[in-house]
């Protein structure tokens, strides 16, 4: 690091423990307002993508951290400047109780919006009670629209149970719904066009998604099976006719590029890989074990968990949420010879 930066980092630091800033602002200038929560690690799909191959091993109920830890956290967060949180996962809905979670959260002032990524398998059972519990928006991970192909993808058949998740959380007025799809090379890209096709049909935000090196085997990712999100736009825009419009979300998040269809929905592209975002990066992390990490894809965590057992003041918190927003990185080192693969911190430890 630089002295200019030292300095940059001590002189932010300050003045964020002046308390009056009720901002979090990082080294390089970013606003630091969305955290993202895996509440657990667990997940009944095993997307080869995300996880290792084998029998996934998960962590000791007693290292997720309670509701009431989250709910503290959140807290003290939110009265640095945080102010949407995701929950995410493992799958998130195998926490039963999530839509009691979700109440708690909603009642903190200064957080104005809670979403959630699922893989929508536990969504018909649980879309209406998240809705009543004040959650603001739905992401549902989809990578495939034919039943067999997910079943490979997913070791799953739970296609239908799936879509009749997505139906339910529409019935309910979760509208716009995100559609996550990874575009992996060889085993979805044939499929670009049929996902935004559906946009006529339904209010989907399709979201095509590079494949990143997180996750799975060590062996597994390759560049060869990154499908540039610049290819995919492309292929689309061969067979339907697409538009860049500015999304509301455009500059405060990855999402880059956001395109219309004519019909009900839009698609948008996130390109980890080909194209980084990081100088727009606006969040943190806290992992399914409680650790506050600064970046997806840089290791380098602070212990939250332990702190909120050793009954840490809320002081203390802030000092680590502080330090965490100090050391967040410039960017993710991908595509430099640096890059640190964690065999550790999986995507579903994570919460992507
Ligand atoms: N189980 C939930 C789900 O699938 O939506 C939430 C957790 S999942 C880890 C969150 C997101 O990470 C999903 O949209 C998933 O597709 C994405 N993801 C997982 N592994 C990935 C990888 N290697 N590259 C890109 N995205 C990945
Ligand atoms: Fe589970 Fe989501 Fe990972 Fe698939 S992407 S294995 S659904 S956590």
Redesign the pocket.
């Given at each position: 690091m630089s002295l200019h930066q030292d300095v940059h980092q001590k002189d932010q630091t300050e003045k964020l423990c002046g308390r009056s800033v009720r901002e979090l602002i990082d080294r390089f200038g970013r606003r630091i307002t969305y955290l993202r929560i895996s509440v657990t690690d667990r997940?009944n799909?095993?997307?080869h993508y995300?996880?290792p191959a084998g029998r996934p091993t998960w962590f000791e109920r007693e290292k997720l951290l309670s509701f009431e830890e989250i709910w503290r956290f959140v807290r003290v967060c939110s009265e640095l400047g945080i102010s949407k949180v995701r929950l995410t996962?493992?799958?998130p809905l195998l926490r039963s109780e999530l839509p009691e979670l979700v109440a708690m959260l909603r009642k903190i002032p200064g957080i104005r919006e809670i979403a959630m990524t699922t893989?929508a398998t536990l969504l018909a059972r649980y879309a209406e009670s998240l809705k009543i519990a004040g959650l603001d928006r739905l992401n549902v991970?989809l990578d495939s629209l034919r039943p067999e192909r997910f079943a490979r993808i997913?070791q799953s058949d739970a296609f239908h149970q799936v879509w009749r998740g997505i139906e339910t959380a529409l019935s309910v007025g979760f509208a716009p719904l995100k559609l996550n799809v990874v575009v992996i090379k060889g085993i979805n890209d044939d499929e670009v066009v049929d996902f935004a096709r559906l946009t006529a049909r339904y209010p989907f935000h399709v979201r095509f998604i590079e494949y990143m090196p997180i996750?799975a085997n060590r062996e597994d990712w390759e560049r060869g099976k990154v499908v540039s999100c610049a290819e995919i736009r492309e292929r689309i825009a061969r067979e339907i006719p697409i538009k860049h419009a500015a999304s509301d979300s455009e500059g405060k998040g990855p999402e880059r590029t956001y395109a219309v269809c004519d019909g009900k929905g839009c698609i948008g592209f996130i390109s980890p890989v080909s194209d980084e975002f990081c100088s727009a990066c606006n969040r943190m992390r806290l992992t399914s074990d409680g650790k506050l990490r600064g970046c997806l894809m840089r290791n380098g965590e602070l212990d939250i968990r332990d702190a909120l057992r050793r009954g840490a003041t809320d002081d203390e918190l802030r000092e680590l949420v502080l330090e965490a927003v100090a050391r967040k990185p410039e960017k993710h080192t991908i595509n430099s010879p640096d890059f640190e693969f964690s065999d550790f911190y999986t995507?579903?430890r994570l919460g992507?």
């Open positions: 997940c799909l095993h997307c995300c996880m996962g493992g799958e893989n991970s997913t996750g995507m579903n992507g």
